[in-house]
């Protein structure tokens, strides 16, 4: 009798327990599963380009996630290696992020059939005009704008003033190549290696940054007309080698060997050189290498260009996108996130003053822009002085190769007349 009721009681005991264990089993998902977590809990995967903010983009996001339950997993890939490539390998593998960047029409193309419809954000609706025009197809709104970029010559303010040179004088060419020789000529009482570290191991620096300025007006200034041509003339050609020719021939050498780590940090940030090609994104790494030369020592020319002066190039470098293919839960959270970064004020205090944004959205007290880099730059936009990015709009591809030709031209292996030809060429090939 007493071995029926020990029985009768492990029965129960085990009942018991599977009950418990079945309870812990369905309850005890932390958000692996998107969208179908213990209280309907949501995660997200972001997977996105720029390295210099990303742990200030996990720390707002720690912020979101204190504050609505949503997980937000973040990965930034950047800082040399190929965002886009990496981005295609994801989606490749099936590890498909929720919220990943597109830099353009260029890119969007590419990605085309995961993009969502975002017209409907918030974030959208509060966006400056024009700058979502790169990602709008059909009347759909495909991207967000992170913010807004500017670049130039960045220069030392105290070099600048030792040899006796105004920054505001320098307006063409021929007054940046003045300014040079002179920098040269005092080397060694300005206490500098060189004028430039001109970081030519780099093709984005090359391809992207600088040839931009000198291609930019013969596509308008617009990035979707550089898109949809077939064709490029390199109207502004001999400019765009002029150019280069200057920065290299008064660089830190070898220049093909500078990548841009070295560019920024070991050169420009610890006083070694006066300029450098670059923009505002290289202001938290120089802060944090020396914030009182930061905040009170830099400051940003435009790169030369006839017929416009004193402009820079100004655009958006990327757009979020959210993944079509995730979870229709995962979807909504995905935006309700990028409203929440762009219009509350935990975010809009996040964008301008952690990650040292310029806001590319309206509502925002633009007089707390961060740093000096960034309110020249805002400046020059609010003021219309700027020249357009129709990088964006390289065929896919076309940038390494053009990249890759004009270091064979800095490295006496290709001719300046075969770095237009053949690229051109392959722009035309890569349209096809």
């Known amino acids: 009798m007493k071995t029926k009721k020990l029985i009768a009681k492990m029965a129960v005991l085990l009942t018991i327990c599977g009950l418990l264990f079945a309870g812990c089993s369905s309850g005890g998902n932390d958000g692996g599963d998107k969208g179908t977590a213990k209280k309907d809990k949501v995660t997200i995967d972001i997977f996105q380009g ?7 983009f996990k720390d707002l996001a720690k912020k979101y996630e204190d504050e609505t339950g949503v997980k937000i997993n973040i990965t930034s890939v950047g800082g040399g290696t190929d965002y886009l490539g990496s981005l295609k390998s994801q989606f490749s593998s099936g590890d498909e992020p929720d919220i990943f960047s597109v830099a353009g029409p260029s890119d969007a193309e590419q990605m085309d059939k995961y993009l969502s419809d975002l017209s409907d954000t918030k974030a959208a609706k509060a966006a ?51 300014a040079v020789k002179t920098l040269d000529s005092k080397k060694d009482e300005l206490g500098i290696k060189a004028v430039f570290a001109l970081a030519a191991k780099e093709k984005w620096v090359l391809a992207n940054h600088l040839a931009n300025v000198y291609f930019a007006p013969e596509f308008d200034h617009d990035v979707l007309k550089a898109y949809e041509s077939d064709t490029i003339k390199f109207d502004r050609g001999s400019e765009l080698q002029k150019m280069l020719d200057l920065q290299n021939k008064y660089s830190i050498q070898p220049s093909l060997s500078l990548d841009y780590s070295q560019q920024v940090e070991e050169y420009f940030s610890l006083e070694q050189v006066a300029m450098i090609q670059q923009g505002n994104w290289v202001y938290p790494t120089i802060s944090e290498m020396d914030a009182d030369f930061a905040e009170k020592n830099i400051g940003i020319l435009p790169i030369p260009l006839e017929g416009y002066e004193s402009r820079l190039p100004v655009g958006i470098p990327n757009y979020w996108a959210v993944n079509k293919n995730s979870d229709e839960k995962v979807v909504k959270a995905a935006k309700d996130f990028l409203d929440w970064l762009y219009t509350s004020d935990t975010g809009k205090d996040a964008v301008l003053n952690d990650f040292k944004f310029i806001p590319a959205y309206e509502g925002y007290d633009t007089s707390k822009i961060a740093d000096p880099l960034s309110r020249s730059i805002y400046e020059y936009a609010s003021d219309g002085k700027t020249i357009g990015w129709v990088f964006l709009g390289y065929p896919p591809g076309w940038s390494d190769e053009l990249g890759a030709n004009m270091q064979k031209y800095l490295d006496g292996k290709m001719s300046w007349d075969d770095v237009e030809s053949d690229s051109t060429k392959k722009w035309e090939a890569d349209r096809k």
Do not use: H, M
């Open 50 to 56: 720029k390295v210099e903010f990303n742990q200030q």
């Open 128 to 178: 400056l005009e024009g700058t979502l025009s790169a990602v709008t197809k059909d009347g759909k709104v495909r991207g967000l704008p992170f913010n807004q970029e500017g670049y130039g010559f960045i220069y030392n303010k105290t070099v600048f003033e030792k040899a006796g040179i105004n920054p505001d004088d320098i307006v063409s060419y021929n007054d940046l190549e003045n």
